[in-house]
């Protein structure tokens, strides 16, 4: 199975600060990698599917990039509502495997 | 707008059988990859298997023995057994839809999650 890292595991971060996750897979995956948000006590939610593309409805302050076995989330201005655990997503390969989880707090 | 929503038993014997349902809403289930996920309080998500339309499934392997999913087009509903379980296997069970044609690959609609835990 393809394994899946996050880094860092946590931050804390500021209203309208920069934030970058990176995830990183063991083996490549061309480009099949998303991003979901969960919030306590509810499901996750797809932001970003194909390494880049913006889920429908998701905000523009979300971008992703990267392709083989490295990739990044970027929150370009942190809201609110941003604060939360943020998972990567291999589908490239069965078994599909998420990475470990970053939790975004506030600092 | 499809919904999804998980429905069972929430608490389990060790030893016997999880058995969960998925209802299907404002779409059919005769499409797209019908998948199972859990996540243990406190960690991480785990993919568990799907059910696509045809009949096809495919489990993860560390759970591969133990898990049967199927479906009843007729309720729209699709369904996940999970035999012989442990306290290892509390955790909340999320069903989700998986698109899998290119580019698309994701898991866009998902239930609220069920929990669901092992104790005597």
């Known amino acids: 199975a393809i394994q899946m890292t996050q880094s860092p595991s946590s931050l804390s971060a500021s209203v309208g600060d920069r934030v970058t996750i990176t995830c990183r897979a063991s083996?490549?995956?061309?480009?099949?990698l998303g991003w979901y948000q969960q919030k306590p006590g509810q499901a996750p939610k797809l932001l970003i599917y194909?390494?880049?593309s913006l889920q429908s409805g998701v905000p523009s302050r979300f971008s992703g990039r990267g392709s083989g076995t490295d990739f990044t989330l970027t929150i370009s201005s942190l809201q609110p509502e941003d604060f939360a655990t943020y998972y990567c997503?291999?589908?490239?390969?069965?078994?599909?495997?998420f990475g470990p989880g970053t939790k975004v707090d506030i600092k | 707008q499809v919904q999804l929503q998980e429905s069972g038993p929430g608490l389990v014997k060790p030893s016997e059988t999880l058995s969960l349902t998925c209802t299907v809403s404002?779409?059919?289930?005769?499409?797209?990859?019908w998948t199972w996920i859990r996540q243990p309080p406190g960690k991480g998500l785990e993919w568990i298997g799907y059910?696509?339309?045809?009949?096809?499934?495919n489990y993860n392997p560390s759970l591969n023995s133990r898990v049967t999913m199927s479906a009843d087009t007729s309720k729209n509903q699709f369904s996940l057994r999970l035999s012989s379980v442990t306290a290892a296997d509390t955790a909340v069970y999320y069903c989700?839809?998986?698109?899998?044609?290119?580019?698309?690959?994701?898991?866009?609609?998902w239930g609220r999650g069920t929990m669901v835990t092992v104790s005597s």
């Open positions: 997503l291999q589908d490239y390969s069965y078994p599909l495997t």
């Open positions: 059910f696509y339309y045809t009949g096809n499934t």
């Open positions: 404002g779409g059919s289930i005769s499409t797209y990859y």
């Open positions: 989700a839809r998986r698109i899998a044609v290119r580019p698309i690959y994701a898991f866009d609609i």
């Open positions: 194909g390494a880049s």
């Open positions: 083996q490549g995956i061309k480009n099949d």
